[in-house]
């Protein structure tokens, strides 16, 4: 079963709270309080975020979090990468050269075309999407056949 970390799942909770008022400045307590989450989860969720460049701190009295941009310029790609790192099926999705099987296993290519699939569909969900709590309507058939394996390797 293909899985996200629950980590993973409260940031992209913790920002879209965020996103739903992305004129305020957002305190972890505040947050934590808002989606019922400990607030230690909520913290390190928070450095994780601001670490991959999401969210911009505040110290001070009125500090708090923001938005590093707009909802529509984040993606769910761009939450689960913050967390678990980059959107991959295998090793070899994620990067060439780093599998000791390459050359004899035949089903890379296949991996490769899953993974950039599925990371097509994660970047065409925006956190704007995500905090909307009306359901997203997603395509019926996914444009796997259109994907060009080589801009998955550049």
Known sequence: ???????????????????RHPSASHTAADLAGAVQL????VSKTLKMLVKAGLLDSQRGAQGGYRLARPASHITAADIISAIEGPVAMTECSQAE????????????????????????????????HLADTTPIKLPVQLPIQTINLSAASA
């Not at 400990?38 to 989860?41: V, Y």
């Not at 035949?106 to 699939?117: E, I, K, P």
């Open 38 to 41: 400990p607030h230690p989860t």
């Open 97 to 128: 050269g780093e599998c000791e099987l390459a050359a004899t296993c035949g089903v890379a290519d296949n991996w490769q075309r899953v993974s950039l699939a599925i990371r097509t569909l994660l970047e065409s969900v925006t956190l704007a």
């Open 1 to 19: 079963m293909l899985k996200l970390s629950r980590l993973t799942d409260y940031a992209a909770v913790v920002m879209a709270q965020i996103a």
